[in-house]
Protein backbone atom coordinates (compact mmCIF):
# COMPACT_ATOMS: atom_id res chain seq x y z
CA UNK A 1 0.00 0.00 0.00
CA UNK A 2 0.98 3.18 -0.94
CA UNK A 3 -1.15 5.08 2.03
CA UNK A 4 -1.91 8.53 1.34
CA UNK A 5 -0.26 10.40 -1.46
CA UNK A 6 -0.07 14.08 -2.09
CA UNK A 7 1.03 15.90 -5.31
CA UNK A 8 2.64 18.48 -5.80
CA UNK A 9 5.00 18.34 -2.77
CA UNK A 10 6.47 22.40 -3.17
CA UNK A 11 4.20 24.77 -5.49
CA UNK A 12 4.63 28.35 -5.91
CA UNK A 13 1.65 30.40 -7.22
CA UNK A 14 1.10 34.16 -7.98
CA UNK A 15 -1.87 35.50 -5.65
CA UNK A 16 -5.37 35.72 -7.34
CA UNK A 17 -4.21 31.94 -9.66
CA UNK A 18 -6.09 28.75 -8.81
CA UNK A 19 -4.59 24.99 -8.22
CA UNK A 20 -5.74 22.11 -7.16
CA UNK A 21 -3.78 19.86 -4.46
CA UNK A 22 -4.17 16.36 -5.11
CA UNK A 23 -4.47 13.83 -2.56
CA UNK A 24 -5.43 10.04 -2.93
CA UNK A 25 -4.92 6.50 -0.81
CA UNK A 26 -5.26 3.24 -1.42
CA UNK A 27 -6.77 1.90 1.98
CA UNK A 28 -9.99 1.92 0.98
CA UNK A 29 -10.75 4.66 4.54
CA UNK A 30 -13.55 6.03 4.42
CA UNK A 31 -13.09 9.79 5.90
CA UNK A 32 -10.38 11.74 4.64
CA UNK A 33 -9.65 15.86 5.49
CA UNK A 34 -7.55 18.54 4.84
CA UNK A 35 -5.40 19.87 7.34
CA UNK A 36 -3.15 23.38 7.09
CA UNK A 37 -0.16 23.70 9.39
CA UNK A 38 1.31 27.02 10.42
CA UNK A 39 4.13 27.86 13.06
CA UNK A 40 2.56 28.17 15.92
CA UNK A 41 -1.11 27.55 14.79
CA UNK A 42 -0.75 23.68 14.77
CA UNK A 43 -3.26 21.24 12.80
CA UNK A 44 -6.35 23.39 11.52
CA UNK A 45 -8.81 21.19 9.66
CA UNK A 46 -10.40 22.97 6.47
CA UNK A 47 -12.22 20.50 5.30
CA UNK A 48 -13.27 16.70 5.46
CA UNK A 49 -15.28 14.20 4.09
CA UNK A 50 -17.12 11.09 5.42
CA UNK A 51 -17.27 9.29 2.09
CA UNK A 52 -17.98 9.98 -1.38
CA UNK A 53 -20.50 12.69 -2.18
CA UNK A 54 -20.10 13.71 1.05
CA UNK A 55 -18.50 16.55 2.13
CA UNK A 56 -17.99 18.97 4.74
CA UNK A 57 -16.28 22.37 6.77
CA UNK A 58 -13.88 22.34 8.71
CA UNK A 59 -12.09 25.11 11.11
CA UNK A 60 -11.22 26.95 8.27
CA UNK A 61 -12.88 26.44 5.18
CA UNK A 62 -12.39 30.00 3.08
CA UNK A 63 -10.89 30.25 0.32
CA UNK A 64 -11.27 26.71 -0.50
CA UNK A 65 -13.07 23.86 -1.94
CA UNK A 66 -13.19 19.94 -1.79
CA UNK A 67 -15.30 17.38 -4.05
CA UNK A 68 -15.66 13.21 -2.84
CA UNK A 69 -16.18 11.66 -6.72
CA UNK A 70 -14.29 8.21 -5.48
CA UNK A 71 -13.55 7.09 -2.20
CA UNK A 72 -10.08 7.23 -2.83
CA UNK A 73 -9.46 10.79 -3.95
CA UNK A 74 -9.85 14.08 -2.39
CA UNK A 75 -8.82 16.62 -3.77
CA UNK A 76 -8.28 20.18 -2.86
CA UNK A 77 -9.30 23.81 -4.77
CA UNK A 78 -7.44 27.03 -3.83
CA UNK A 79 -9.90 29.33 -5.74
CA UNK A 80 -7.78 32.53 -5.87
CA UNK A 81 -4.48 31.70 -4.11
CA UNK A 82 -3.91 34.51 -1.54
CA UNK A 83 -0.04 35.40 0.28
CA UNK A 84 -2.73 34.32 3.70
CA UNK A 85 -2.61 30.96 1.99
CA UNK A 86 1.10 29.84 2.41
CA UNK A 87 1.50 27.21 4.30
CA UNK A 88 2.04 22.64 4.59
CA UNK A 89 -1.01 21.15 3.82
CA UNK A 90 -2.07 17.74 5.17
CA UNK A 91 -3.93 15.30 3.86
CA UNK A 92 -4.98 12.38 6.40
CA UNK A 93 -7.79 9.55 6.18
CA UNK A 94 -9.39 7.33 8.40
CA UNK A 95 -10.79 4.18 8.94
CA UNK A 96 -14.36 3.44 9.77
CA UNK A 97 -15.22 0.19 9.55
CA UNK A 98 -18.40 -1.85 10.80
CA UNK A 99 -17.35 -0.82 14.84
CA UNK A 100 -16.92 2.90 13.99
CA UNK A 101 -13.91 2.44 16.52
CA UNK A 102 -11.83 5.53 15.72
CA UNK A 103 -8.08 4.33 14.89
CA UNK A 104 -6.59 8.00 14.37
CA UNK A 105 -5.60 9.53 11.07
CA UNK A 106 -2.75 8.19 8.76
CA UNK A 107 -1.36 11.49 7.36
CA UNK A 108 0.31 12.06 3.81
CA UNK A 109 3.95 13.90 3.15
CA UNK A 110 2.58 17.23 2.88
CA UNK A 111 2.32 20.00 0.13
CA UNK A 112 4.53 23.06 0.86
CA UNK A 113 2.63 25.96 -0.76
CA UNK A 114 4.45 29.54 -1.11
CA UNK A 115 1.75 32.66 -2.30
CA UNK A 116 4.00 35.35 -3.52
CA UNK B 1 -13.60 25.82 21.35
CA UNK B 2 -12.02 23.05 22.76
CA UNK B 3 -8.37 22.33 22.42
CA UNK B 4 -5.16 20.06 23.09
CA UNK B 5 -2.27 21.73 24.82
CA UNK B 6 1.01 21.13 25.90
CA UNK B 7 3.26 22.18 28.86
CA UNK B 8 6.54 22.34 27.02
CA UNK B 9 7.43 23.55 23.45
CA UNK B 10 11.02 21.74 23.48
CA UNK B 11 12.50 19.48 25.32
CA UNK B 12 16.29 18.45 25.33
CA UNK B 13 17.31 14.93 26.50
CA UNK B 14 20.81 12.92 26.35
CA UNK B 15 21.25 9.94 24.41
CA UNK B 16 19.79 7.05 26.21
CA UNK B 17 17.65 8.30 28.65
CA UNK B 18 14.02 8.67 29.00
CA UNK B 19 11.94 11.78 27.47
CA UNK B 20 8.61 12.19 29.19
CA UNK B 21 6.17 14.51 27.10
CA UNK B 22 3.13 16.15 28.25
CA UNK B 23 0.09 17.18 27.12
CA UNK B 24 -3.12 18.62 29.08
CA UNK B 25 -7.07 18.35 27.21
CA UNK B 26 -9.77 20.23 27.77
CA UNK B 27 -12.84 18.47 26.18
CA UNK B 28 -13.66 16.15 28.96
CA UNK B 29 -15.90 14.09 26.37
CA UNK B 30 -12.79 13.17 24.60
CA UNK B 31 -12.04 9.45 24.97
CA UNK B 32 -10.11 8.59 22.81
CA UNK B 33 -5.98 10.15 22.28
CA UNK B 34 -3.29 9.57 20.18
CA UNK B 35 0.90 10.61 19.87
CA UNK B 36 1.61 11.48 16.75
CA UNK B 37 5.59 11.80 15.62
CA UNK B 38 6.42 14.75 13.07
CA UNK B 39 9.89 14.86 11.44
CA UNK B 40 11.42 17.64 9.70
CA UNK B 41 9.52 17.73 6.45
CA UNK B 42 7.07 14.71 6.60
CA UNK B 43 3.76 14.24 7.63
CA UNK B 44 2.79 13.47 11.41
CA UNK B 45 3.34 9.56 11.99
CA UNK B 46 0.90 7.58 14.23
CA UNK B 47 2.93 6.52 17.44
CA UNK B 48 0.48 4.96 19.81
CA UNK B 49 -3.18 5.81 21.01
CA UNK B 50 -5.22 5.16 24.21
CA UNK B 51 -9.16 4.82 24.95
CA UNK B 52 -10.52 6.19 28.05
CA UNK B 53 -11.00 2.87 29.57
CA UNK B 54 -7.49 2.58 29.80
CA UNK B 55 -4.84 4.50 31.52
CA UNK B 56 -1.79 3.28 30.85
CA UNK B 57 -0.54 1.57 26.87
CA UNK B 58 2.67 0.09 25.94
CA UNK B 59 4.39 -0.36 22.35
CA UNK B 60 7.58 -0.48 21.43
CA UNK B 61 10.02 1.54 23.77
CA UNK B 62 6.90 3.95 23.88
CA UNK B 63 4.23 4.15 26.91
CA UNK B 64 1.17 6.62 26.94
CA UNK B 65 -0.55 7.49 30.18
CA UNK B 66 -3.80 8.78 30.38
CA UNK B 67 -5.20 10.45 33.83
CA UNK B 68 -8.76 11.43 33.16
CA UNK B 69 -9.05 13.14 36.73
CA UNK B 70 -6.61 15.89 35.71
CA UNK B 71 -7.33 15.69 31.79
CA UNK B 72 -3.79 14.65 31.41
CA UNK B 73 -1.81 13.01 28.44
CA UNK B 74 1.77 11.54 28.81
CA UNK B 75 4.23 9.90 26.38
CA UNK B 76 7.28 7.94 27.29
CA UNK B 77 10.14 7.25 25.16
CA UNK B 78 12.47 4.76 27.15
CA UNK B 79 16.30 4.61 26.22
CA UNK B 80 15.62 7.95 23.47
CA UNK B 81 17.86 7.77 20.34
CA UNK B 82 18.64 10.07 17.89
CA UNK B 83 16.26 8.90 15.46
CA UNK B 84 13.58 10.11 18.36
CA UNK B 85 14.18 13.28 17.20
CA UNK B 86 11.09 15.29 15.91
CA UNK B 87 8.20 17.34 16.74
CA UNK B 88 5.19 15.13 19.03
CA UNK B 89 1.74 16.13 18.93
CA UNK B 90 -1.04 14.95 20.82
CA UNK B 91 -4.59 14.70 19.86
CA UNK B 92 -7.84 14.06 20.96
CA UNK B 93 -11.22 12.91 19.70
CA UNK B 94 -14.04 10.48 20.16
CA UNK B 95 -13.68 6.76 20.24
CA UNK B 96 -16.55 6.39 18.32
CA UNK B 97 -16.67 8.10 15.08
CA UNK B 98 -20.06 9.24 14.58
CA UNK B 99 -21.46 10.42 11.15
CA UNK B 100 -20.53 13.44 11.38
CA UNK B 101 -16.89 12.76 10.74
CA UNK B 102 -13.81 12.14 13.06
CA UNK B 103 -12.71 15.19 13.93
CA UNK B 104 -9.19 14.90 16.06
CA UNK B 105 -8.27 18.62 17.66
CA UNK B 106 -4.34 18.17 17.63
CA UNK B 107 -2.14 20.30 19.95
CA UNK B 108 0.74 22.36 19.27
CA UNK B 109 3.61 20.14 19.91
CA UNK B 110 6.45 19.65 21.54
CA UNK B 111 9.70 19.28 19.56
CA UNK B 112 12.56 16.64 21.00
CA UNK B 113 16.03 17.22 20.70
CA UNK B 114 18.38 14.14 21.65
CA UNK B 115 22.14 14.97 22.59
CA UNK B 116 24.64 12.88 21.18
Known amino acids: NAGVTQTPKFQVLKTGQSMTLQCAQD?????MSWYRQDPGMGLRLIHYSVGAGITDQGEVPNGYNVSRSTTEDFPLRLLSAAPSQTSVYFCASSYVGQTSYNYGYTFGSGTRLTVV | GESVGLHLPTLSVQEGDNSIINCAYSNSASDYFIWYKQESGKGPQFIID?????DKRQGQRVTVLLNKTVKHLSLQIAATQPGDSAVYFC???????????????FGGGTRVLVKP
Open chain 1, 27 to 31: MNHEY
Open chain 2, 50 to 54: IRSNM
Open chain 2, 91 to 105: AEGPHMIKAAGNKLT
